[in-house]
Every structure is written in C-alpha cells, then in structure tokens.
C-alpha cells in the first residue's frame, strides 16, 4: 500500500508453527528500507488513514496503530482468536475473527484504541464492506453446526453501535461484500449474489459459466462494480430500475455491461484506478482493462515474478509483490 512517498509491506514468514510477520516501510521513489516493525505472528492487509496511521491486523489477534516513521501508537487483544482484513469507517477500525472458534466483529477506536463495540456473528467472517454513508457495516459470515455442516450468512449492523439491523441466510458461501449504492455484491462459488442494503432481500445472481470461486472483494469503479473469477474471469455489474406494472413501478434489474477471460489464474487483488482493473495473472502479466469497455487496453509483464500476491498504483506506474521481491516499474 502507499502513501504519500512511503509503500507500507507486509511480510509473512516461518514454518513449524513458529510464525512471524514484519511491516516494512519504504521509500517510494529508491525502494530503500526505512524501518521495520517486527510481530510473533502472521500480519493480514494493513489499513492506511488519510492522515497517514497504519491500521494493521494479527493472527495473533493482536490489533496495531503503528505511524508513518515505525512507531508503535498503541496495540490491544481483545481476543487471541486470528484476526482478518479490517476496514475503516470514520474514526473506528472495523475488523473480524477468522478460523477456529472465531465469533466476534469489532469496532475499536482510532484515536484511543478501545473497543467501541462487538457484534456476535457466529462464525467466520470472509469479509467486511462499510455503506457509502457509513451509516452500515455489511459481514458475510460462514457458522459451523453439528456435523461439520455449514450456513452462511449476510449480516448489517449499525456502524455507531454494532446492533443488528438485519440478516439474511444465503445457500453457498458468501465472500467479500462490495457496496454500490442501495445494493450489496457478494462473490460465492460459480456466481456473484446481489442484496438490498435496506433489508437483505437477495436481488438477483450473476452466474458463471465455468466452474469457478469469485473470492476477490469486487471493486466499485465508473458508477458500476466489477468482479473477477479465481479462473481470470471478469465482469462489470450493475443493478438498474426495471419499470413494470400499471404505476410503474422500478424493479431492480442486474445488467452486465461486459464481461472477458483472460485464460489465466488471477494472483492479485483486483484494483481500480482512474478508468482501468488492473489485474495480475499467474503467468506474471498486469492486465490494464478499460473499465467501460472491457478492453485489454495494455499488458505489462512483470519481471522475476513467482507468486505475489499485492498490487498498488503509483503516480507514474505500479508496485508489485513479486515473491520475495518488491518491484516498481513506470507504465508508458
């Protein structure tokens, strides 16, 4: 991630259980090592304010203020359960529990560190997405029953108090929620699903005509969202007003602008920026697509890539993780 001249990494790294992970800060324009921050255990995708503070999650279930220079601001564990990508919505760093045991959705506060308040939502937690008001925060939830049986759920809370405004039972997994207005879009496998913000009603569903997970947060970008398969397919969505009856009445209708293959394993999150998804595929090409068309505009292959997994625009270009490297390269 960037900001300002600074590219925040993180760095996961040891085998047998004795894990460990490190947040290295960056000088943009020479890659040169600014500073490190060290933990006991595995880092998820780190949050950066506007004001330029690290929000920064553990599986150690460990939470981090850390600043622009390395220094710690303030740390708490309000649980030791592995702890997932949080989000930021207004002056609260919003985060969930994952994997065994996980149970609890948490709002702490930016400035102080406090738990503001918890939501049970059962389970674990695939992702978290804040309404364009931040009025709501939007969990699609995967809860564990009797005989390894699994139910998964969309919840909305209200972001000031973490009470429950609704919920909604869905029949397959449900991943990264992605907000567009009045609707929610949710990845799931072979299709994307799409809900009412006000109450949960599922709307309509985007199928897929391979076989095939849609894990990847979708990404809200030209008024429309866009979603990617794990096999490189991608498509741009979006839910319009269908007039019907006799006081014509608007039914929300899903709309598919474009949609293309790219024939290769996506291996990065899917980004937007100004016009364009960027996309990395397995075989180490950065696919720059136009987001109205959905045109392969330009293809950039990246040099000494194995398995990397981030991709942050730059002014002038791009960083990516290529493995155990972090390139920089100007696009032209």
Not at 97 to 124: L, P
Not at 208 to 214: P, W
């Amino acid at each position: 991630m960037i900001h300002e001249d600074r590219a925040i990494l993180t760095i996961n790294h040891g085998q047998d259980s004795k894990f460990s992970g490190t947040l290295v800060g960056v000088e943009l324009d020479t890659g040169k090592e600014l500073w490190r921050f060290d933990h006991e255990h595995f880092f998820a995708e780190p949050s950066i304010s506007l004001d330029g503070f690290v929000y920064l999650t553990s599986f150690s279930g460990h939470v981090f203020k850390i600043d622009m220079h390395g220094q710690l601001c303030w740390g708490t564990r309000p649980s030791e359960r592995n702890l997932w990508q949080g989000i930021l919505n207004q002056d609260q760093f919003v985060y969930a529990e994952i994997a065994g045991q996980s149970n609890f959705t948490r709002a702490i506060d930016c400035q102080s560190g406090t738990v503001c308040w918890e939501f049970e939502n059962g389970g674990h937690c695939y992702g978290l997405a804040a309404s364009e008001c931040s009025r709501f925060i939007v969990h699609s939830v995967g809860v564990t029953k009797k005989f390894g049986e699994w139910r998964y759920f969309l919840y909305c809370t209200n972001a000031e108090t973490g009470k429950l405004v609704w919920q909604t039972e869905h029949n397959d997994i449900l991943y990264c929620p992605a907000i567009l207005g009045d609707f929610i879009f949710v990845g799931s496998r072979n299709h994307v699903a799409v809900f009412d913000l006000d109450n949960g009603r599922p709307i309509d569903s985007y199928n897929l005509t391979e076989s095939s997970e849609v894990s990847q947060r979708p990404v809200v970008s030209s008024g429309e969202v866009v979603v990617a398969s794990q096999r490189g397919h991608v498509a741009s969505l979006l839910v319009k007003g269908e007039k019907r009856g006799l006081f014509r009445k608007l039914k929300p209708k899903l709309n598919v602008s474009w949609h293309l293959d790219l024939s290769a394993k996506i291996r990065s999150s899917v980004i937007g920026v100004e016009g364009q998804i960027l996309v990395l595929t397995e075989d180490g090409k950065c696919q720059f697509v136009n987001t109205l068309s959905g045109a392969v505009e330009q293809t950039v292959k990246v040099p000494y890539f194995k398995e990397g997994y981030g991709l942050s625009p730059t002014q002038d270009g791009l960083l990516v993780a290529a493995s155990r490297d972090c390139l920089r390269g100007r696009i032209r």
